[in-house]
């Protein structure tokens, strides 16, 4: 049985007033299916608007969709969750690390103290001196120093707060992490470092990954599959290096023609992108 287990998961914004259905609806999600087994890493990819982070906050419980299933470990994630423990256990399974550290690590404390918060929360520390170690273990595990652990968030480069981010989510032991463009604010070099950093965090802890972003060269970086959305669809699914590789849907041969690199010709990236908008108009694609 896969870790995670997504199946139909469909949700539209409706935009209409009193919530009636209109032409102006945002279908951000629709009816899309995929798995992730532990241990495993999938991608989600897709321009700005294609529906990534919508699947990704219902992953982590902070959306609903309108339809489809979602379960963790054979666990229907959509089920109401009956008592406290249920809904922190259920909270616990999924960690999301998000792009901006700035905007999910609370200024006023100190990172021992948001890292000893999550694990006081969600019952791991036994005492504080056992937080104090877990933090001091899980901040050496992201390369960081018990220098560290005393600063708050605005001592810190952007790079070491990504780093407490990831430190945080790991603190509850998760099944899974959704890390949504969690490396796209961090310049080239760091975003390097904390690539390798998830790398070597999976295959120590087995936990999953969702990664989440519109950056190929971040996709091929650190995953093993990947699905392609366009307009909430996906439209195209595989190892990575199939379809980065060898690509068959043409808005996945467009997403890849317009990365920056080598011999890149923006012109012929433009032109690209109306023929396929053409394309997808008169229905052959
Ligand atoms: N709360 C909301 N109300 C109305 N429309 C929304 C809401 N959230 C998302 N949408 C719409 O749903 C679609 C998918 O949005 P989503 O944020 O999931 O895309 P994305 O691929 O993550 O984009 P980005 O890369 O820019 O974050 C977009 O058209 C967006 O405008």
């Not at 694990?119 to 170690?133: E, F, N, P």
């Not at 990954?209 to 959305?229: G, M, W």
Request: aromatic content about 4%; charged content about 25%; hydrophobic content about 40%.
């Amino acid at each position: 049985m896969s870790l995670v287990e997504v199946s139909e998961l469909h949700r539209v914004f409706r935009l209409g007033s009193r919530g009636r259905a209109s032409a102006a609806d945002v279908t951000a999600v629709n009816r899309v299916s995929f798995s992730i087994d532990r241990g495993e890493s999938v991608g989600l990819v897709g321009e700005s608007g294609s529906g990534k982070s919508t699947i990704a906050r219902i992953l982590v419980g902070l959306e609903r969709p309108d339809s489809g299933e979602v379960r963790l470990g054979g666990v229907d994630r959509l089920a109401p969750a009956r008592g406290r423990e249920a809904r922190l256990a259920r909270a616990r399974a999924v960690q999301m690390v998000f792009q901006d550290p700035n905007g999910s690590l609370d200024r006023r404390l100190t990172v021992a103290e948001t890292l000893g918060r999550a694990m006081r929360l969600h019952g791991i520390a036994a005492s504080s001196a056992d937080a104090r170690t877990r933090t001091l273990a899980l901040l050496d595990r992201v390369g960081l120093s018990e220098r560290h652990a005393d600063a708050k968030p605005h001592e810190l480069s952007g790079g070491q707060r990504q780093r407490v981010a990831i430190a945080r989510a790991l603190a509850v032991e998760p099944e899974l992490l959704v890390l949504d463009e969690a490396v796209s604010a961090l310049d080239v070099s760091v975003q390097a470092q904390v690539l390798d950093l998830l790398s070597d965090i999976r295959q120590e802890t087995g936990v999953g990954y969702l990664f989440v972003s519109h950056d190929l060269a971040v996709i091929q970086e650190v995953c093993d599959r990947v699905l392609v959305l366009y307009r909430g669809t996906v439209v195209e699914e595989g190892t990575t290096a199939e379809v980065l590789g060898a690509p068959e849907h043409a808005y996945t041969k467009l997403l890849i023609s317009s990365t920056p690199g080598p011999g890149w010709d923006p012109e012929r990236v433009v032109r690209d992108r109306m023929s396929f908008t053409q394309a997808i108009a008169l229905d052959q694609v």
